[in-house]
């Protein structure tokens, strides 16, 4: 199918893209990569009356790459013993993060580069944005999980100025998010290393959006081998990304870090979720694949 007419401008900056947001109102939408707006508008499931394209927006530094930074620059109250923080600029792009080297994510964020397998396929990572993924809100998107997953703080501009947004507070439910209509998103800042995550999740076919996904955070002892907590995060089980404090009640116990302690974790996650019955699986399918991937998750959060 083809879209619905639609009048198209082009951003030469944030703010330039910001007005025109205010300007044309609510039927204006951004665009970037356009993998996930463009395929909504193919079926006439989002019909914008103008795109704001901010693409050639990707040579500011602010918008684009992976760059460290220090405490004093994200949050000044955080604890030193966290390390260093990570920003990803909204216009930097999936294969981006995919390919970023070592020297760079390091082990504390290496779960954000080895996530990127899951992002639909390699024509869809190079041209898809973390922030397009962030601002679409889908309620399996990898980026959306990992931001609530790792305690993210999004970046937001607008007519009124810039300001932060927890992860746990941007995202509202299916597709909607705590963006007003005239901002636009600008970065997401990981503000702590996690050596032990990782995310994992099923899909019918390779590339598609996840029927459930399950993110782990494990907070272990110098030993590697003891569990002090952690975080656990499901996506496909609710209209948007969710903690679920019954598994992490069970890291919490702490315990040695393995088969039973794991089982149990991934017991309360499933018994904890009320997941939709659709097209792609009952209620009763998602929690046993929330059973199975939340275990595998710990596995391999533990391995790392």
């Known amino acids: 199918m083809k879209p619905a007419a639609f009048t198209y401008h082009r951003a030469r900056d944030v703010e330039g893209a ?28 989002a019909r914008p009356a103008h795109l704001v394209d901010v693409g050639a927006l990707r040579g500011d530094p602010a918008l684009t790459g992976v760059h460290p930074e220090t405490h004093s620059e994200t949050s000044p109250e955080a604890h030193p013993d966290e390390g260093n923080a990570l920003r990803i600029g909204a216009l930097t792009t999936h294969h981006a993060v995919e390919t970023a080297p070592d020297a760079l994510l390091g082990p504390g964020f290496a779960v954000l580069r080895d996530a990127m397998r899951w992002v639909g396929h390699l024509p869809i990572r190079t041209r898809g944005t973390v922030g397009g993924s962030l601002a ?29 947004v927890a992860a746990g507070d941007f995202f509202h439910g299916y597709y909607a998010t705590a963006l007003d209509p005239d901002e636009m998103l600008t970065a997401v800042v990981f ?29 272990l002892a110098p030993d590697g081998r003891t569990v002090r907590g952690g975080r656990v995060v499901l996506g496909g089980v609710a209209p948007r990304p969710v903690r679920v404090p019954a598994a992490e009640e069970v890291l919490a116990e702490g315990g040695s870090a393995g088969a039973r302690l794991f089982a149990a974790c991934a017991r309360a996650a499933a018994d904890s979720v009320d997941p939709p019955s659709d097209a792609d699986g009952s209620a009763d399918y998602r929690r046993t694949l929330t059973r199975t991937l939340v275990a595998r998750a710990c596995e391999e959060a533990v391995s790392r």
């Not at 990992?146 to 932060?164: H, S, T």
């Not at 503000?191 to 907070?219: I, M």
């Open 18 to 45: 910001t007005r025109l947001l205010a300007e044309l109102g609510d039927d204006a939408k951004l665009i970037a990569g356009g993998q996930s707006l463009v395929a909504m508008m193919n079926y006439r499931l």
């Open 136 to 164: 679409h809100a889908d309620a399996t998107a990898e980026w959306c999980l990992l931001a609530v997953l790792l305690g993210a703080r999004l970046e937001v501009r607008g007519p009124r100025g810039a300001r932060r």
């Open 191 to 219: 503000p702590r290393p996690a050596p032990h995550a990782a995310l994992t999740e099923f899909a019918q076919r390779q590339g598609d959006f996840a029927t459930v996904a399950a993110g782990v955070d494990l907070d």
